[in-house]
T-cell receptor, first 115, second 112 residues
Framework: AQKVTQAQTEISVVEKEDVTLDCVYE???????LFWYKQPPSGELVFLIR??????QNEISGRYSWNFQKSTSSFNFTITASQVVDSAVYFC????????????FGPGTRLSVLP | KAGVTQTPRYLIKTRGQQVTLSCSPI?????VSWYQQTPGQGLQFLFE???????NKGNFPGRFSGRQFSNSRSEMNVSTLELGDSALYLC???????????FGEGSWLTVV
């Protein structure tokens, strides 16, 4: 069965610190997709990144970077020089090819960036 | 390009009543899925529609139902509301299966 684990329930950091959010996934499918979403207090989940199972290249986008390692089934997310605006709940998600849309989300990590 | 639009944003209902939530997907997106988010259970998949057909359904009782119209707009309905149905209901759309899903702001439902 597909499953996503985010072991960190809550993290607090001081502004400008680097922070890494962990994500471990389980799937038997060879083709799958990994995602990160950000949920600010307003409620809307904002898409951050999508990675497919064949692309293990790390990705950097501004202060955000992602480390995908199939060997450890992990897809970790690092925010460099965190800012107060980064405070939100972050969800890691897994999707796989099958009839219809199949998504499973992790429980989320609440990040608080203190000024 | 307009995002996913959900209405209403906030509503309060009484136990036993029924509620209908609406979702307009991003233009061109044909897949619409619904999720329930609660503090205790997290994000849980309700169902997904594509071209007016329900393709997948999560593990929710029959009180939860949905439909999709020919213009891809979708509605979900919850009948005989219970206190435990209080949640944020999120709609998401995508072009096709396996693509990124984009979420609306959600409908906050409170059952009293």
């Amino acid at each position: 069965a597909q499953k996503v684990t985010q072991a960190q329930t809550e993290i607090s950091v001081v502004e400008k610190e680097d922070v890494t959010l962990d994500c471990v996934y389980e799937t038997r499918d060879t083709t799958y997709y990994l995602f990160w979403y950000k949920q600010p207090p307003s409620g809307e989940l904002v898409f951050l990144i999508r990675r497919n199972s064949f692309d293990e290249q790390n990705e950097i986008s501004g202060r955000y970077s992602w480390n995908f390692q199939k060997s450890t089934s992990s897809f970790n997310f690092t925010i460099t020089a965190s800012q107060v605006v980064d405070s939100a709940v972050y969800f890691c998600a897994l999707s796989w090819d099958n009839y219809g849309q199949n998504f499973v989300f992790g429980p989320g990590t609440r990040l608080s960036v203190l000024p | 390009k307009a995002g996913v639009t959900q209405t209403p944003r906030y509503l309060i209902k009484t136990r036993g009543q029924q509620v209908t939530l609406s979702c307009s997907p991003i233009s061109g997106h044909r897949s619409v899925s619904w999720y329930q988010q609660t503090p205790g259970q997290g994000l849980q998949f309700l169902f997904e529609y594509f071209s007016e057909t329900q393709r997948n359904k999560g593990n929710f009782p029959g009180r939860f139902s949905g439909r999709q119209f020919s213009n891809s707009r979708s509605e979900m309905n919850v009948s005989t509301l219970e206190l435990g149905d209080s949640a944020l209901y999120l709609c998401a759309s995508s072009l096709v299966s396996g693509n990124t899903i984009y979420f609306g702001e959600g409908s906050w439902l409170t059952v009293v």
